[in-house]
């Protein structure tokens, strides 16, 4: 996926209402790559969230550092674009950026929270612990 959360946030603020940034959202989703069937494990499974959520997370160096680059599918169009949302924000980031990025600020950038239902927000937060746990073990190791 190549969309950018500046992207993001620009695309999000032409579209008048809110039926428009859903179908931008299921868009998204659908612009997602193809999740690997061996990668639909149960450690892949993203938990808390009311849908099939999967998340696989692979490390690259780049000039010494680490970097995180992430995979993500859900079997719901909705959450599916909600991950590729969250994978722009933290995609190929290192650790560090990634626990230094605030989310739930972004997601109230694009006023995602107002308009998701409560089990969405609460899968969304999942998956966002998810990305920042890993982003942690990273660093720890």
């Not at 099939?52 to 680059?69: A, E, F, K, N, Y």
């Amino acid at each position: 996926m190549t969309v950018t959360i500046d992207q993001l946030i620009s695309d999000f603020a032409l579209l008048d209402d809110w039926e428009e940034r859903y179908r931008y959202i299921i868009d998204l989703g659908r612009q997602l790559p193809p999740f690997p069937d061996a990668e639909r494990t149960e450690q892949n499974r993203v938990r808390g969230c009311a849908s099939q959520v999967w998340l696989s997370t692979h490390r690259d160096t780049i000039g010494g550092q680490p970097r995180l680059h992430f995979i993500g599918d859900s079997d719901a169009l909705i959450v599916r674009g909600l991950v590729a949302i969250t994978l722009a924000l933290f995609d190929g980031k290192t650790p560090r950026e990634i626990l230094a990025t605030d989310a739930e600020a972004m997601f109230q950038q694009l006023d995602l929270r107002a308009h998701l239902t409560a089990q969405r927000s609460n899968g969304l937060k999942a998956l966002v612990d998810r990305i920042k746990y890993d982003a942690a073990a990273t660093v720890a190791a």
